[in-house]
C-alpha cells in the first residue's frame, strides 16, 4: 500500500467521522460543572403557589388550571382533575434532590425531541421549565433544567407523576390518569329511601324504606333521635323484612359512586341510554334524590355504560358495581330462612324408602387401649395338702332314729242339713 492510497484512507475516515459528529451534535454533550451538580432540582419552590402546569409529550398535551380551589383541563372538555395526583406532581418536583450527573446521548435518557415530556409550571414567582426523561431504578429519573445541558438524575420519579408511561416499547402520556371519577360522595348513613327497576323482559320495581319500629317510613327533613334505631324495610313488591347491612351497602354503593372512565370511546348509538337496562335512585334525609341510569352491558369487558342524574357527562362503570347496586335477591333477611329451617325441623319424619337400601351401619372405632401399669412379682407359696379327716364311728348301742310316722288324720263328719 503507497502513501497516497495511505492517505486517501485517512481523509475519507476524517469525513465521516465529521459527518458523525455534525449529525449527532444534537443529541450530545458534556455535563458542565457547576454548583448545581447536588441539592434540590428546583429552588424555593412552594405547590400552593403554582397556578397551572403545562405538560406535552409528542403531539398530546395536558393543561391543568386551578380554579375555584380545584384542578381543571381546559383541553379535556374542562374536566375537574383529581386533586392528590397532581398534589404528588407538584411535591415531586419540590422534594427532588439531585444525585448524580450523566454524559451520553439525550437519546438513551429520552430527553431528545421525540422522546422526551416537557413540564411547565406557572407560579407567582415566575415559570419554571423541566424536560423530563425516562426512570430510573422505579425510584429515580432523568430530568434537564431550562439552563443549560446537563442530564441530572434526581431522587424522586417524575415521568411516572406526570403519567408518562411506557405501552408497546413506546412512553405516552395519558391524560385520563388525572380525571376525578368520583362522581358522588354522599354519606350512606343520610339515605332513607332506595328504588331498583330493572328493565328486562318485563319491568321488575323494588322499593326499599328506613323505617323506626312502631312509628313507620322515615320522611325527608324528618329529625330521627338515636333512640329511635331505624332498620331498612322492603315495601315493594311486597312487604317484608331484609338484611339491614346488605341494603345499607347498596346505599353506600350509590352514594359514594366512582367510575372506571369517561365514555368516549363508546360510540353515542351504542350506550344504550335510551333503552336502560337498571335505574337506581336514593333518596337523601334532605330530600335530594340520587339516579343512576345504566345503559349497555359489556360482558366481556366487564364494563356498563352509566349517567347520573344532574351531570352531562357518560362514563363506564366496572360490572360488579353494577350487579352490586342491581343485586336485590340477596337482601332477604337471614333470620327469616332459620325459621324457614325451624319449621320443616317440627314436621314428622319421613318414613325410610322400603325398596332404598339401608346405609351402612357407621363404623365403631374402638377405644384405645391404656397398658396398666407393671406390678410387683407375688411370691407364689407351694400348697400342702391337708390330711383328710377321719370318718366318724358310731357306738355300736345307740341306733340309728328314724322320724315317727305321721298320725292318721279322722275322717270328715259330713255335713248335716239343715231343717226347713
Known amino acids: 500500500m503507497n502513501k497516497t492510497t495511505l492517505l486517501s484512507i485517512l481523509l475519507i475516515a476524517c469525513a465521516v467521522l465529521l459527518l458523525a459528529f455534525v449529525f449527532m451534535k444534537d443529541d450530545r454533550y458534556e455535563a458542565k460543572p ?47 382533575a383529581l386533586d392528590r ?10 422534594d427532588a434532590a439531585v444525585v448524580e450527573v450523566r454524559n451520553g446521548g439525550l437519546d438513551n435518557f429520552n430527553l431528545s ?83 331498583v327497576t ?14 323506626i319500629p312502631g312509628k313507620g317510613p322515615i320522611e325527608p327533613k324528618q329529625e330521627v333521635k338515636p333512640e329511635d334505631k ?3 324495610e322492603q315495601t315493594a313488591p311486597e312487604k317484608m323484612p331484609v338484611d339491614d347491612t346488605k341494603v345499607a351497602g347498596l346505599a353506600g354503593v350509590v352514594v359514594k359512586l366512582s367510575m372506571k372512565a369517561y365514555a368516549d370511546e363508546v360510540p353515542e348509538t351504542d350506550r344504550g341510554l335510551d333503552k336502560p337496562t337498571a335505574k337506581v335512585a336514593v333518596t337523601l334525609k334532605d330530600g335530594t334524590v340520587r339516579e343512576i341510569t345504566f345503559g349497555k352491558v359489556d360482558k366481556p369487558k366487564e364494563e356498563v355504560v352509566a349517567k347520573v342524574s344532574g351531570k352531562d357527562e357518560v362514563y363506564v362503570l366496572n360490572w360488579f358495581v353494577y350487579d352490586r347496586a342491581t343485586n336485590t335477591a340477596d337482601l332477604k333477611k337471614k333470620e327469616e330462612e332459620k325459621k324457614d329451617e325451624k319449621k320443616d325441623e317440627t314436621k314428622p319424619p319421613t ?5 332404598k337400601p339401608a346405609a351402612p351401619p357407621a363404623p365403631t372405632v374402638p377405644a384405645p387401649t391404656v397398658p396398666a401399669p407393671p406390678q410387683p412379682p407375688v411370691k407364689i407359696e407351694p400348697k400342702v395338702p391337708e390330711p383328710p379327716k377321719p370318718a366318724p ?28
Not at 199 to 210: A, D, M, R, W
Open 198 to 211: 330493572k328493565y328486562g323482559e318485563k319491568e321488575e320495581k323494588f322499593e326499599y324504606k328506613k323505617v
Open 34 to 80: 457547576g454548583k448545581d451538580m447536588n441539592g434540590p432540582l428546583v429552588k424555593d419552590f412552594d405547590p400552593k403557589s403554582v397556578k397551572s402546569i403545562s405538560l406535552k409529550h409528542g403531539k398530546t398535551e395536558v393543561e391543568l388550571k386551578k380554579q375555584d380551589g380545584k384542578w381543571i383541563m381546559p383541553k379535556q372538555k374542562n374536566r375537574q
Open 393 to 420: 364311728v358310731l357306738d355300736k348301742k345307740e341306733e340309728p332314729k328314724l322320724p315317727a310316722p305321721p298320725a292318721p288324720k279322722a275322717p270328715e263328719k259330713p255335713a248335716e242339713k239343715k231343717e226347713k
Open 85 to 94: 395526583k397532581v398534589d404528588d406532581l407538584l411535591n415531586g418536583v419540590k
Open 230 to 232: 331505624p332498620v331498612w
Open 351 to 355: 318414613p325410610a324408602d322400603p325398596n
Open 113 to 195: 425531541d421525540a422522546k422526551k415530556t416537557e413540564a411547565v409550571f406557572e407560579r407567582e414567582a415566575g415559570k419554571t421549565v423541566l424536560t423530563l426523561g425516562k426512570s430510573l431504578e422505579y425510584s429515580k429519573s432523568f430530568v434537564m433544567r431550562e439552563d443549560g445541558k446537563q442530564v441530572l438524575v434526581v431522587d424522586k420519579n417524575l415521568p411516572q407523576s406526570a403519567f408518562v408511561r411506557e405501552e408497546k416499547g413506546d412512553f405516552i402520556l395519558d391524560p385520563k390518569e388525572f380525571y376525578e371519577l368520583t362522581v358522588l360522595s354522599d354519606t350512606p348513613e343520610d339515605a332513607i329511601a332506595i328504588t
